[in-house]
Nanobody
């Protein structure tokens, strides 16, 4: 059973930074690709960033490119999302996902429960 647990969300002012963490079960983390998605009420889950666990190749949504950085720590079985220069439109529940490198949310079989990020003016 794959378990993903997000942390690090919160309230921040526009222009500020947050770092999200996703702790993954060890066996999966060494072999699975992972990603971050986000969702606001009434809208479909949106791709943010993905990382290939072996090569550390990354991909980003255009809306976050240059501001967000996805990374992983194999020793800690943890994936991160460093979010800088946050904007109010980044406000959403952020989800950790595993099992694909796709930008399409339904291609991921494993999900965390999400962590709320709120960016105020």
């Amino acid at each position: 059973q794959v378990q993903l647990v997000e942390s690090g969300g919160g309230l921040v002012q526009a222009g500020g930074s947050l770092r999200l963490s996703c702790a993954a079960s060890g066996q999966f983390f060494s072999s699975g690709n992972m990603a971050w998605f986000r969702q606001v009420p009434g809208k479909e889950r949106e791709f943010v960033a993905a990382i290939r666990v072996w090569s550390a190749t990354t991909r980003y949504a255009e809306s976050v490119k240059g501001r967000f950085t996805i990374s992983k720590d194999n020793a800690q079985n943890t994936m991160y999302l460093q979010m800088n220069s946050l904007k109010p439109e980044d406000t959403a529940v952020y989800y950790c996902a595993a099992g694909s490198y796709s930008i399409v949310w339904h291609e991921y079989p494993y999900w965390g429960h999400g962590t709320q990020v709120t960016v105020s003016l």
